[in-house]
Structures are given as C-alpha cells and as structure tokens.
C-alpha cells in the first residue's frame, strides 16, 4: 500500500478519533445517562464505519480509480483501529482516573436499564435475578474490560470492513 493512501487512512483515523473522543467528553459533561441509551450506540456505529468506507474510496481515488480487495481493505482497517483506539483511551482516561465515580454510576444504571429490558420481555424472575447478580460482579468501565470492548468492537468492524472492500474494490481488467 502506497505511503499516500496510508498517511491518508491514518489522518481519517485520527479524525474519527478526534470526533468519538468529542462525543464521549461531551456526553460525560452533559448528561451521563446518554451512554446508556440504545440509539447512541447506533449512531456511534454509523459514523465509524461512515469513516472507514470514506477513507477506502478516498485511496481508491488517490490510486487513479483502482484499489485491490487488501488495498481497500487496510484502507478501512487503519482508519477504524486508529479512531478506536483514540476513543478507548479517552473512555479509560475518563472512567478509570479522571473520574471513577462516574463509571460506578454508569454500571449501576446499566444494571437498572438491564432489569427493566428483561421485565419487558417477562424474564422469570429467578432468572433475571441470576442474570443481575452476575452483571453486578462486572464492571464495564475497568481497564480490563474497556480494552476487552476494543478488541471485540475492533474485530467486529473488521468483518464490516471485508464486506466494504469487496463493494470499493475495482480493477483494472484492461491491464490483466
């Protein structure tokens, strides 16, 4: 890969990095309990993967209109582990030193939010018991668990990534 289409994979990722990183401070300054709603999980979702197909169809142009499966592909990867990556460390930064009472406050909530998804599906009630009292014995803001997500989310938006690069990928038939 062209040191051109990687310094721009690195400058999307740094970029996303640098809006996650502003959605998660302005979330922790406004109003806490937003980390705990649904929707922003989804909107988080869109704009990374927004960024990585940007940052693949942006080397597809910057290679004169071609841009093999690998090429498309590390294209995204960067993009998406850098910005990541950027985000988790803000969310350690914040949860685990800056500000530890508020990742307790956080799980505490989450427990709760937790409770009233499994009434809603009228879990039984020994189970949904269980299941809290396991939750209750994680804290999803650790160290450990925070760079656990990384990793997950990391592989998850990788397999987005293979199927982004199968749709940017063009080549160059003539040439064959």
């Not at 721009?8 to 502003?22: E, W």
């Not at 922790?28 to 980390?35: C, G, I, K, R, T």
């Not at 693949?56 to 841009?67: D, E, M, P, Y």
């Not at 299941?131 to 994680?138: R, V």
């Amino acid at each position: 890969m062209e040191s051109t289409t990687k310094s721009s994979a690195i400058n999307n990722g740094l970029y996303l990095g640098a809006i996650l990183a502003l959605i998660t401070v302005l979330i922790y300054a406004v109003n806490l309990d937003l980390f705990t709603e649904w929707w922003l999980g989804i909107i988080l979702f869109i704009i990374v993967v927004a960024y990585g197909v940007v940052s693949a169809i942006k080397s597809r142009t910057i290679l004169g209109g071609f841009i093999s499966f690998k090429q498309a592909f590390t294209s995204y990867f960067i993009t998406i582990a850098i910005g990541t990556l950027i985000s988790t460390v803000v969310g350690i930064a914040i949860f685990t030193f800056i500000d530890p009472e508020a990742a307790t406050y956080l799980n505490e909530q989450i427990l709760l939010v937790t409770k009233q998804t499994m009434e809603r599906f009228g879990m039984p009630q020994e189970a949904m018991q269980a299941a809290l009292d396991e939750a209750a014995k994680k804290d999803n803001f650790s160290l450990g668990m925070q760079g656990q997500g990384f990793v997950f989310r990391l592989a998850f938006y990788a397999v987005i990534g293979l199927i982004v690069a199968l749709i940017v990928k063009k080549t160059n038939d003539k040439e064959a």
